[in-house]
């Protein structure tokens, strides 16, 4: 059987060549003898792999060097409540609600402690982001939370002069599970950035952390030792046995987005899918796609059908040409297609062309 082309919001298509890397190296990881699952994470073997994976990253986000790289666990959930019990600091953060994950984000930091609704979009249906002005942020915040891809409703942060404006004071806190790699961004303006790595980082099982040096060490006393950044950076993502396979799996993409050209080529073919897509759901009238065009994600691009009863027809003729998991988000109704890194842009076209040729047969 060929492969299917993958529109899955996560745990999403991994590119190809990776997957034959691993399997390749499955057996006997560079002539070691034998798998990295089977690996002491404490091992030299490891160690060079975790390394390695760091540095690459590093790279490819430009991080700054006042900045530690952790690979946790407990995906981009565990970071709702791990950020507030390691930022808050005994004050209140400021959270803008934009759609399904970070309305999520902002209940969670209220189990916690002090969490304030800085601006929402959520009357409008979560289809755009914030005109100037509508956002009041607290000058005393602990931190802004944002989520810069809604993953749900299809609504992106498209570059980060589009972020919300904050005085240096305040650090940036942004949940980028669903467009993490998907651009260059500049990590110096962020305090912390996390993302789940199913996405598109690598398998499910490690969560992704970038935190300035100067937000950790905050965490009150009684905190637990795994949720205590400060620790895990102390230890260098190893105070126990962290994902080991996911880590390894997670830095052979990262080599493959080097080879790709790294972050602004990669940008680039993003741009480009994305265009033929929105083009196409634009174009027709059996499709359509309500979010704002300036803030359209690049990455999840959620449609429905405007004629009514069509959806599971259209899902499943899909499915017979190879085009799988393109059902939408329940919240949203109607498809979905994710776009990740990984996905190639013969993808896209194959989508693409199939929605003209469903238009064709149905949509009249
Ligand atoms: C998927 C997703 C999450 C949840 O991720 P988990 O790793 O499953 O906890 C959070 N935020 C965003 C933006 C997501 O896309």
New binding site residues.
């Given amino acids: 059987m060929e492969r299917i082309y993958n529109f899955s ?2 745990p999403a298509a991994l590119p190809e060549e990776v997957l034959a890397q691993a399997r390749d190296e499955m057996l006997n990881w560079r002539g070691c003898g034998m798998s990295v699952m089977e690996m002491s994470h404490r091992g030299k073997d490891f160690t060079a792999i975790i390394e390695q994976a760091e540095a690459d990253l590093r790279e490819l986000l430009a991080v700054p060097a006042n900045y530690k790289v952790l690979f946790l666990q ?7 409540a791990q950020v507030p019990i390691n930022l808050l600091n005994g004050k209140s953060a400021d959270y803008l609600v934009t ?1 399904a ?2 309305k ?2 902002f209940k969670e930091a209220q189990k916690i402690g002090a969490a304030r609704l800085a601006g929402s979009t959520e009357s409008g249906n979560f289809t755009r982001l914030f005109h100037r002005g509508e956002i009041a942020i607290d000058p005393a915040a602990a931190y802004l939370h944002v ?6 409703q299809g609504v992106e942060v498209l570059s980060d002069a589009n972020l919300p404006g904050i005085s240096d004071s305040i650090p940036l806190v942004a ?4 467009h993490v790699l998907s651009r260059p961004v500049d990590v110096s303006r962020y305090g912390l950035i996390y ?5 598109n980082i690598g398998p ?1 099982g490690l ?1 992704l952390v970038i935190v300035r040096d100067d937000l950790l060490g905050h965490a009150p006393a009684h905190t637990p030792t795994m949720l205590d950044y400060a620790v895990h950076a102390e230890h260098g993502s190893m105070l126990n046995t962290p994902p080991t396979y996911a880590i390894y799996v997670a830095g052979l993409v990262f080599q493959w987005l080097k080879r790709q050209g790294g972050l602004a080529a990669i940008e680039q073919i993003a741009i480009a899918k994305a265009r033929l897509l929105y083009e196409a759901i634009d174009a027709s009238s059996l499709y359509r796609n309500p979010v704002d065009v300036s803030c359209r994600s690049r990455m ?1 691009v959620p449609f429905t059908l405007t004629r009514p009863g069509l959806d599971e027809t259209f899902i499943a003729e899909a499915k017979k040409q190879g085009i799988a998991y393109i059902k939408g988000h329940k919240m949203v109704g109607g498809m979905r297609a994710s776009i990740y890194n990984a996905m190639p842009l013969e993808g896209v076209k194959a989508l693409v062309d199939f929605m003209a040729y469903f238009e064709k047969e149905y949509g009249r």
């Fill in positions: 919001a996560g407990g995906g981009a959930t565990m970071q709702f759609g994950w970070s999520k984000a989520c810069t891809n809604e993953t749900v949940d980028m599970s669903s993302a789940g790595a199913q996405k499910a969560t999840n």
